[in-house]
Structure formats: structure tokens, C-alpha cells
């Protein structure tokens, strides 16, 4: 559990660090709505872009029938419907944090390995 000292985007930040999940996995450990998730990411990856040592990362969601993925979406929520088949199954977007010099020893140790 999570001290609850920390502000509800700290104790965000602090769950997505090397990890991915989704905004109802998010809330369900935060013990918050979904909704209220999703309000506080644009938040988040804003004070992210200003460090350089971490990075927001976005696994877009995409949709169980026809695999279409939304790549280009701008919105960090899941999308209501395919544009392709139009099917309503789509899978959450899953967020998470990077370090960038893990990210850039990973590159590294996967270039010498090659």
C-alpha cells in the first residue's frame, strides 16, 4: 500500500514507474474513480516532459476484433468505437513511466548483444 502522505499524482507517478497499467487498474488501487485518473494524467505528463530522466509512456488501446490500434489518438482515454469494423470491444489504453537511462541502458545492452 501506498503512504497516503503523498498527493494522488505522486502515488500515480510512483505506480507507473517500469510499469504499465491501465486507468481502472490505476483507480482501482488508488481507491478512486476512473474518471478522476484520467483528469489527473494530463497533469502528470505535463511535470514529466519538464524532467529528463523520466518518460510517459502510452500503449494505445486497440480493438479485440479487427486489431486496428490507435496510435495517432490524442485522447488518454478508451475510445468508444472502432473506426474500422465498428465494434465496441476495445481494449484500455495502458500508461506508464520510463526511465530514460534504463531505456538508454537497455539500448545499449541490446546493441552489443546483436
Request: hydrophobic share 35%.
Given at each position: 500500500?501506498?503512504?497516503?502522505?503523498?498527493?494522488?499524482?505522486?502515488?500515480?507517478?510512483?505506480l507507473?514507474?517500469?510499469?504499465?497499467?491501465?486507468?481502472?487498474?490505476?483507480?482501482?488501487?488508488?481507491?478512486?474513480?476512473?474518471?478522476?485518473?484520467?483528469?489527473?494524467l494530463?497533469?502528470?505528463?505535463?511535470?514529466?516532459?519538464?524532467?529528463?530522466?523520466?518518460?510517459?509512456?502510452?500503449?494505445?488501446?486497440?480493438c479485440?476484433?479487427?486489431?486496428?490500434?490507435?496510435?495517432?489518438?490524442?485522447?488518454?482515454?478508451?475510445?468508444?468505437?472502432?473506426p474500422?469494423?465498428r465494434?465496441?470491444?476495445?481494449?484500455?489504453?495502458?500508461?506508464?513511466?520510463?526511465?530514460?537511462?534504463?531505456?538508454?541502458e537497455?539500448?545499449d545492452?541490446?546493441?552489443?548483444?546483436?
Amino acid at each position: 500500500m501506498l503512504p497516503p502522505d503523498r498527493t494522488v499524482r505522486q502515488r500515480i507517478i510512483e505506480l507507473l514507474a517500469d510499469t504499465r497499467m491501465s486507468s481502472y487498474q490505476l483507480a482501482q488501487r488508488l481507491g478512486i474513480a476512473e474518471r478522476q485518473v484520467e483528469e489527473h494524467l494530463p497533469h502528470i505528463i505535463k511535470s514529466l516532459a519538464r524532467n529528463r530522466m523520466r518518460r510517459f509512456v502510452l500503449e494505445p488501446a486497440t480493438c479485440f476484433d479487427c486489431g486496428f490500434v490507435f496510435r495517432g489518438r490524442k485522447k488518454l482515454t478508451r475510445p468508444g468505437r472502432c473506426p474500422v469494423c465498428r465494434s465496441e470491444g476495445i481494449s484500455a489504453p495502458r500508461y506508464g513511466i520510463d526511465s530514460v537511462k534504463e531505456r538508454a541502458e537497455r539500448l545499449d545492452s541490446h546493441t552489443a548483444s546483436e
